[in-house]
Structure formats: C-alpha cells, structure tokens
C-alpha cells in the first residue's frame, strides 16, 4: 500500500503547492474578517478533496487497467484511497489548527474545539460518500458527488445543531455518525468494488 501512496503523493504534489499559497492568503484575509480556526475547517476540507480527486485522474490516465497486471489487489487499490483521504484531510487539519493557534495568539478568537469537531465531522461525513462514488461513477459524475457532499455534509450538521443547543455537542454527535459512515463506507467498498471490477 505505502508505493499506492507514493504514486498518489506524486499525482497531487504539484496542487499541494498551489493549495498551501492559497490557504495563505485566504488566511490572512479571514483573519481580518472573522476568526482564524475557520482555516481548520476549509484546510481539512480542500485537502481531502485532492485525495478523492486522484481516483479520477487513474481512470483518465488508464493506471486502473495497469494495475490489474500488477501484484496489487484491489483491495489494496480502495484502501489506498480511504488512507489517502484521511491523511490529506489530517494534513489540512494540523495545518489549519496550527493557523488558527497562530491567530489565537494574536488576537482572542471564537472556540477552535467546536472548529475542529465542525471540520473533522465534514470530512468523514464527505468522504463516507465521495470515495466510493468516484469510484462507481464516471469523472464527470464524481466530481457532483463532491460537489454535493460537503453541502450535504454541512446540512447535517446544521440539523444537529438544532436538535442540540451546544456547538460543541452537536458536533461531536456529528463526528461521531461521521466515523460511523466513514468505516462504513470503506468496510462496504473492500466488499463490493473489487467484486463489481472482476464481473
């Protein structure tokens, strides 16, 4: 699996550069704006998108029929996929927490544990749905599954929050169902997709 992530590593290298000078500005914008632990949020977001994109780009670039001739089971191929995304997503999440601590120290800022529950709930929340839906579906078709994801995603949480008063307690019942879906999600996909690949 660890050469799976190389090679997805080396896929998204390039945008990972692109995605760390936008964070940078748009986080010195919102600083000014409101507080600096939304970052955390919109990192582990934007960085889990990257990793969801790679299953695209290996049915564009034609790896997938590669790999069938390769020692690798797809098996491996799907958890590769789920790895990826929860190490991108924890990158983004290090990164904005270590920004929105950056800013804490600057100036008083809104509670960054309910910004980090919000963020890590979004991402399993998202992910549970948009890894195996790039998977079963065409590019074009996987990239609505992200688009409707997060939105879906945020509308949980927003409903959450209405049942129970507390941000914080509201997001940790999300994140919770979060991981739920997410080990959900990858347990069904190491079932089904490789069987749906071999028929």
Known sequence: ??????????LVRSVLGILLLVLLVVGSGMSVLTSTWVLTVVSTVMFGMIGVTTIGQDK????????????????????????LYLLLSGAGFVLGGFIGMLGALVQAQADGAVFAVISLSIALLSGSVTIPCNFLLGEEKGIVSLIAAYPLS???????????RD???????VLAVGVALYLTSWLAARALLPRRDAV
């Open 60 to 83: 564009a670039s034609g790896w997938n029929r590669v790999a069938g001739v390769l020692p690798v089971s797809p098996r491996a191929v799907v958890d590769s996929k789920y790895v």
């Open 154 to 164: 945020t509308a949980i949480f927003i409903g959450a929050a209405a049942i129970w």
């Open 167 to 173: 941000p914080l307690t509201s997001g940790l019942a």
């Open 1 to 10: 699996m660890r050469g799976l992530l190389l090679k997805d590593f080396f």
